[in-house]
T-cell receptor
């Protein structure tokens, strides 16, 4: 089945530093990947849609200069939180659709998530 | 804009009983609706998808219904087990290959 690997699973950093999170599709090619952010007991909030070889599409209210997304290949997308601050602390999750299950539907395979804590 | 409402209160049931979770949406009926399971500190895992022309879908102990008149989907787990304890998320396609999620309902199954 489709597998998405996300790394690191947790990271602690100092305020002002940048953190990179990687998302890889292991056994399928993902032309589109999605980045979500989740606060405790809240819904997943879509941050951006990442397309291979092109610029990411950001949702309203998401700062593209703060959250840099790069989708360099069909199997890798990265999210860089630049100049991180405590309010950026959250659970970040990536996902991809393989198109193998339920054709025509956007069924998502998620990574395990990355817990970011900014001190 | 489309909104998804799931019961924010946790659902506590006894092992062996049927758990029923509700998902309501506010605007247009989507072409399909999905249910995911999320364990603490993990990413969601896809469970079932039901299309707008389907009334019911089953997979092992899971059953999903989709009522476009009521703008509601029900998610049932029969013969529930403690291992079924998790948060269950309802998700809708909003078009343009974009999926939005409800906040989820936490299920606790007691042995």
């Amino acid at each position: 089945g489709a597998v998405v690997s996300q790394h690191p699973s947790w990271v602690i950093c100092k305020s002002g530093t940048s953190v990179k999170i990687e998302c890889r599709s292991l056994d399928f090619q993902a032309t589109t990947m999605f980045w979500y952010r989740q606060f405790p007991k809240q819904s997943l909030m879509l941050m951006a849609t990442s397309n291979e070889g092109s610029k990411a599409t950001y949702e309203q209210g998401v700062e593209k200069d703060k959250f840099l997304i790069n989708h360099a290949s069909l199997t890798l997308s990265t999210l860089t939180v630049t100049s991180a601050h405590p309010e950026d602390s959250s659970f970040y999750i990536c996902s991809a659709t393989s198109g193998q299950v339920n054709p025509g539907a956007n069924v998502l395979t998620f990574g395990a998530g990355s817990r970011l804590t900014v001190l | 804009s489309q909104k998804i409402e799931q019961n924010s209160e946790a659902l506590n049931i006894q092992e062996g009983k049927t758990a029923t979770l509700t998902c309501n949406y506010t605007n247009y009926s989507p072409a399909y609706l999905q249910w995911y399971r999320q364990d603490p500190g993990r990413g969601p895992v896809f469970l079932l998808l039901i299309r707008e022309n389907e009334k019911e879908k089953r997979k092992e102990r899971l059953k999903v219904t989709f009522d476009t008149t009521l703008k509601q989907s029900l998610f049932h787990i029969t013969a529930s087990q403690p291992a079924d304890s998790a948060t269950y998320l309802c998700a809708l396609d909003t078009g343009g290959f974009k999926t939005i999620f409800g906040a989820g309902t936490r299920l606790f199954v007691k042995a």
